[in-house]
């Protein structure tokens, strides 16, 4: 159920621009027509572009230090800033004379604001964009005038203002450099007196405590002598790191078994004799222990391998004792160089204690102070004169990578004429859809079955197609028939008509199609076998007569002031079982003839005589008498012209005809462009399947229910 309503949805939508087709293409061939002239007034405006690369400042040769340029997010942007400054255009504006130029295209040459009108335009005609992950800009100039040289005046103009940047970076990193030079000219200056100031203080206290050459000598020495008190200082540490593990060794070895000391002493000693000695002691033991599984003890050769041990573990003790004693030897020579170590110390300390009093102490701090101002003094002197090097070191801070190229006169970058047609047809589409879904919500009248139905509550019983023309007349077309022998079928099955012979039928206002309604309705009734009348009861207005092409003379109006009999006032058509009663003469001061007592007995007579009576009707809302002949009637038939009045105007002669008591069997839609509406497509589709069979078949079913 879901789906259906979506589909209904979207076909609802599809049948207003189906309907407003001819509003949609109308906006739309507008707008394209303007979009197109206005693209050809448009002036052409042409772009040239320059491609520059810009890097830090730093020199093309690398003299003293490399320097690494780090990532510096805001560089590039504060290039493409700097780029379209108004110092920049300014400078190229005058390079280029350009405010004359534009002055004289846009008229405004005498202007006293002339260069401040230029630097605005040439400002709006920039566009600075930068290529992704590179170091590359690109300076984009568009301009339009003057008209026989804006091409060329672009790529002049994109030319300049990367000659002008690169011109402007490097006069001014010259100018900070140059400031720079001097101030750290300037340092160097002053450190020199401070250095002059320091060599005469030093000079001041040698001559004021006499110290002369040797004297000096003696400050050297005590500097010396602090070096050698350092020396000694590490030197007597390193001993006592020594004999501290001297000292451990021989108390752990003082505290091993024998057996122990045999297995440690080798290692701690490092002695590869010992090491012999153990290694053949073993392999002794091993060949005993063979020998005596194969011999007893006293066998001569196990005697022997013992006799061997016996020896070896002699010469181990031996060897061991030696060691123990060297470790002995060793640590006491090192605890005596300890003490003559520190009886050195103790004389040095004692010796410097005496140098860093008195004159001595006053002439060291000066000669210090001294060595710290020429060294301040030295590193600014060897930076000023490496700067100074440097500076002269050309720099290419701005390379043009790309110079601009005038593009032909016939390439213009505006305006596109394909973008803006792709434009105007998309807008004219929007706005002929816009303007068509606004007149829809605008327009009221009747549009669809639903409409009626929801709407007034009344069922459809018919829709008829435009073009239609009486079924009588040769060029009607067949097709059209069949949507009148539907409307005949649902009246003869309507439960609201039921076996009903009387029918009328009436519209809301003038120009609906009641007539030729009714007329093709009998028409249709007739070749289907029913004796049918027509009573044409429009007596203002009356119509049927010409489509059948008789006259009107003598009908309706003359039998209901009983100047005739109503057989007199019938003719029989051409049309078989089809008969139609005039109007009728109206003559002055007869009216409200349809109100009287032998209207009633007239339509008595005449259900008597034909199958089926069908009344044409005056407009409900516009003239009594169809009111009046509502009520005789045994159904009324209301015809509603589509999209023409508003829903209240038909809501009204509906309500019209249920307050005089008349039975309104249904809505007849009249006039439907089957084609442009597609809530009707089932009505488009049977009546196209009707165009396929023969006229024949209308005149050959005669008898046919």
Known sequence: MTEQQETLHFLDYWRVIRSRKEVIIAVSLLVVLTGILVTYAMPKVYMASTKISVTPETPDVEVFTRHIAGFDP?????????????????????????????????????????????????????????????????IQIYLAEPKES?????????????????EQRTRRSQEETERALQVLHSSLEEQQRRVDTAEQLVEDIRKKYEIDVVSNYAGAESSADKMRLQSLEQYRSRIQVDLAGHESRLAEIGKLSPEDKLDAIPYVAGDPVLSNLVSEKRNAEVELSQLMKSYGSKHPQVVGVQAVIIEFDKKIEDALTGIQTAIRVEYQSEKAKLATIVQQL?????????????????????REALEHAKTIRDSLEARYLQERIEMRIPRTAVEVIEPAHAPLKTEPVSPDFTLNLLLSIVVGLGSGIALAYFIEYLDTSVKTVDDVEKFMGVPVLGVIPQKVKPLIDEESEAAHAEAYRILRTNIRFSKRFGDGKALTITSGSASEGKSLTLFNLAYVSAKLGEKVLIVDSDLHRPTQHKMLGVDKNVGLANVLVDECEADAAIIETEVPNLYLMPSGRLKAGHHGLLDTVRMKELLKELKGKFGLVLFDAPPITGVSDASLLAREMDGVLLVIQHRKHPKAVSNRAKVMVENVGANLIGVVLNNINISRDYSYYYYGHYYSYAYTRSRSYIEGSEGED
């Open 74 to 138: 805001l560089f590039m942007r504060t290039m493409f800033e700097i780029i379209q400054s108004r110092p920049i255009i300014t400078e190229t504006i005058k390079k280029t004379k350009l405010d004359q130029k534009l002055g004289a295209a846009y008229g405004y040459a005498q202007a006293p604001d002339r260069f401040e009108r230029t630097v605005m335009l040439l400002g709006r005609s920039m566009k600075v964009q930068q290529y992704r992950d590179t170091n590359l800009i690109e």
């Open 150 to 166: 804006a091409n060329t005046e672009a790529a002049r103009v994109a030319d300049t203002i990367a000659t002008v940047f690169r």
């Open 346 to 366: 103790d004389e040095l300390k004692t010796k410097e204690r005496l140098h860093e009093s008195g004159p001595y102490r006053e002439f060291a701090k000066a």
